[in-house]
């Protein structure tokens, strides 16, 4: 069974721009959670969906948004990107969602901003 | 939200030698998972487990959720070993967890 998949793992933009990312979950997986790593936050969470529906939501400013789509697939985006927003994006996938699965992590994207 | 304290933040170990690392907890979890993440900064899970004790090769856990804390322990310990080891816990809200800040491990041949 294919892992997680994350496109693109590497992205550079400027100040300003919007990116989108782009996150497969393993296949029969319905719940996708976005992370985002920085050496000085590290792992925090961003948003979570479960059939196409936003279950959870970090505290992150609205700039950070995401969706899900029926095949479980998701997107997140950060529009007038900042210094701040490069970091390592990891997606993670679990089956049903509920608080006994085991989170299943993607291999990240990089995104720095300059 | 739940605060997660680990330790040591940083380890250095010979090959061979065996280690124990922490996470407590300030809040009642429904979840707790470690996971090992590599240089290349993939996360790979090692145990879900919010109580009790499990083993798998080398590596065993154990969690004590009346005392608020987990423990991964590390035998025989390889170079491979070596990156980043995060406790992460879930509270009432489905699969947000929070993480702890970690503990680096470098493994010396």
């Known amino acids: 069974k294919a892992g997680v998949t994350q496109t693109p793992r590497y992205l550079i933009k400027t100040r300003g721009q919007q990116v989108t990312l782009s996150c497969s979950p393993i296949?029969?997986?319905?719940?996708v959670s976005w992370y985002q790593q920085t050496p000085g936050q590290g792992l925090q969470f961003l948003f979570e969906?479960?059939?196409?529906?936003?279950?959870n939501k970090g505290n992150f400013p609205g700039r950070f948004s995401g969706r899900q789509f029926s095949n479980s697939r998701s997107e997140m985006n950060v529009s007038t990107l900042e210094l701040g927003d490069s970091a390592l994006y990891l997606c993670a996938s679990t089956t049903t969602g509920h608080n006994s699965d085991t989170q299943y992590f993607g291999p990240g994207t990089r995104l720095t901003v300059l | 939200g739940i605060q997660v304290e680990q330790s040591p933040p940083d380890l250095i170990l010979q090959e061979g030698a065996n280690s124990t690392l922490r996470c407590n907890f300030s809040?009642?979890?429904?979840?707790l998972q470690w996971f090992h993440q590599n240089p290349w900064g993939q996360l790979i899970n090692l145990f879900y487990?919010?109580?009790g004790t499990k083993q798998n090769g080398r590596l065993s856990a154990t969690t004590v959720a009346t005392e608020r804390y987990s423990l991964l322990y590390i035998s025989s310990s390889q170079t491979t070993d070596s990156g980043v080891y995060f406790c992460a816990v879930e509270g009432d809200n489905f699969n947000k967890f929070y993480f702890g800040s970690g503990t680096k491990l470098n493994v010396k041949p």
């Open positions: 809040d009642s979890v429904n979840n």
């Open positions: 296949s029969g997986h319905r719940s």
């Open positions: 487990i919010p109580s």
């Open positions: 969906y479960f059939s196409e529906t936003q279950r």
